[in-house]
């Protein structure tokens, strides 16, 4: 180590032991941080070439009385420094000193995850435990012929961080006594049964290792890799892919999802289920394989979906238990949701004025929702309505299945697409295909006419008329039906 006469210094580091031991020497003489300038030695490191600061010819001796005692680091933060200092960054050493700086000059806060340079250093301490779990998991040893000598297995590793060292000690608590190596571009580790010893590369790649065991581990694979059950970007997720080159069946795993991918999965145990004996299996819907539950009774109760939690209570169906029209919605807005009742908002009261147009009593029709619970999405102080999604409307339909078998409608009025969904059990409806034009579902007519809603949005003038004339010209068709019900759809 070298400092000169403005305290400035210039030091050569291979690793965490060398970084500890100028450290120490360079807090005792006091050196800030922005004073040193850090090396590792090598021709492709970042300060390569690089003109040292100039000083003494020879490393010039700390004068005694500028030294001060070694300072005391937590534990802790040792641990931290010594796994950070496995993170590959080319200033790595000059980050690990100035956090062990701003320690000693009080500032503890370096070590919390809130500091910026604390953050920095949990993160590298993140990446370097992430990468020895990786190469726990991910390295593949091949065994050698036993005429080769020794070592017996051979594997090869790209670790993104200098992990190999620790790593290691991992595989010598794991194997015992059999001799292995692991190989990596940078460095090797050789265990002999009884002594680890380090190296320099000794590998170039994993194609100079040659395992007569791997086509036996190859034909293990095929059979135990199911077609009917792969999934590929999972596959993807849980294994990186720079680790698939690296495995042995890697070379085979993109054909089998291949395969899988253009029928093998349809296929992939056919051939084992038919030769077993007994019944033949008998294909069942998804719903029909549910088990059987217990139903909610109330309204109040329903858990069917989770809207409930979200929203301030069910609100169920209003009107005449024996009306001939059945009007169904969409969902309770935010004032049917605080009221516990239908079509008591904005949208209602443009209902009230379509029922006078069309000379309809509200009071001897039945109002209800496909949905019973308010589906929203905050917006600063507000509420906004966001509509149901299919699954939301399966779930609800429970309810309105029980609302048509007590009311028994002869006319139902579709409101909106959410509505039409529901009556009509399909999830893709167009809306348009519908306006105007009553059908018979499950013998009943069902007459489709836009949301109040969707009036109240529509932004000019003359499409709100045209709108609110449709729903008006629906309502009229709706008693029309009730004195032919019996006559088939219009073309």
Same mark, same amino acid.
């Given at each position: ?74 534990? +802790? ?207 069942? +819907? ?11 009774? #109330? ?86 309505? #966001? ?88 309502? #009229? ?15």
């Amino acid at each position: 180590m070298s400092i000169d006469a403005a305290g400035a210094a210039f030091l050569e580091v291979n690793n965490f032991a060398d970084w500890r031991e100028a450290a120490r020497e360079l807090l005792r003489a006091g050196v800030p941080p922005e004073a040193v300038t850090w090396s590792r030695p090598g021709a492709d490191d970042l300060f390569s070439g690089a003109t040292p600061v100039a000083g003494p010819p020879d490393n010039a001796a700390i004068p005694s009385n500028q030294t001060k005692a070694a300072p005391h680091l937590p534990r +802790s933060l040792m641990e931290m420094l010594a796994r950070a200092a496995c993170f590959r960054d080319p200033d790595r050493w000059a980050f690990l000193y100035r956090v062990v700086w701003r320690w000693t000059q009080g500032e503890h806060e370096v070590q919390s995850p809130a500091d910026p340079d604390g953050g920095r250093l949990h993160a590298m301490v993140k990446a370097v435990r992430r990468e020895e779990h990786d190469m726990h998991a991910y390295i593949r040893f091949r065994e050698r012929p036993v005429d080769a000598g020794p070592p017996r297995f051979v594997a090869w590793f790209e670790p993104r961080h200098d992990v190999l060292p620790q790593v290691a000690e991992h595989f010598v608590a794991r194997m015992g006594k059999v001799s292995w190596m692991i190989a990596t571009p940078d460095a090797s580790v050789l265990w002999d049964g009884a002594t680890l010893h380090n190296t320099g590369p000794l590998m170039s790649s994993a194609a100079d290792l040659d395992d007569a065991g791997e086509a036996l581990w190859l034909t293990y694979y095929r059979s135990i890799f199911n077609p009917a059950r792969v999934n590929a970007q999972l596959m993807q997720s849980h294994i990186p892919a720079r680790f698939w080159k690296n495995l042995p069946e890697g070379a085979i795993v993109p054909s089998l999802v291949s395969q899988a991918e253009l029928g093998a999965r349809k296929i992939g145990q056919v051939q084992a289920v038919g030769a077993k004996r007994g019944a033949t299996t008998i294909p069942i +819907s998804a719903e029909k394989a549910q088990p059987d539950r217990e139903q909610p009774s #109330k309204l109040d109760e329903c858990r069917r979906c989770e809207l409930w939690q979200y929203a301030t209570q069910a609100v169920p169906g209003e009107g005449s238990k024996r009306a001939p029209i059945m009007i169904v919605g969409e969902q309770p807005g935010d004032q049917e949701d605080l009221a516990g009742k239908p079509f008591v908002g904005p949208a209602g009261k443009l209902l009230d004025q379509v029922f006078a147009q069309a000379e309809v009593d509200r009071k001897a029709i039945y109002l209800t929702n496909a949905v019973k619970h308010f589906k929203w999405e905050p917006r600063g102080k507000r509420r906004l309505h #966001k509509t149901p999604v299919q699954r939301e409307i399966e779930a609800c339909h429970y309810w309105l299945e029980k609302e048509l078998a007590a009311v028994k409608p002869k006319v139902i009025v579709a409101m909106g697409a959410t509505a039409l969904k529901s009556v009509m059990r399909k999830g893709t409806v167009a809306l348009k295909d519908f306006l105007g034009r009553p059908v018979r579902v499950d013998g009943c007519w069902v007459v489709t006419i836009y949301h109040p809603s969707y009036v109240l949005r529509v932004p000019d003038e003359a499409s709100k008329h045209e709108a609110f004339a449709v729903m008006v010209k629906g309502l #009229k068709l709706a008693q029309e039906l009730l004195e032919r019900p019996d006559a088939p759809s219009p073309p």
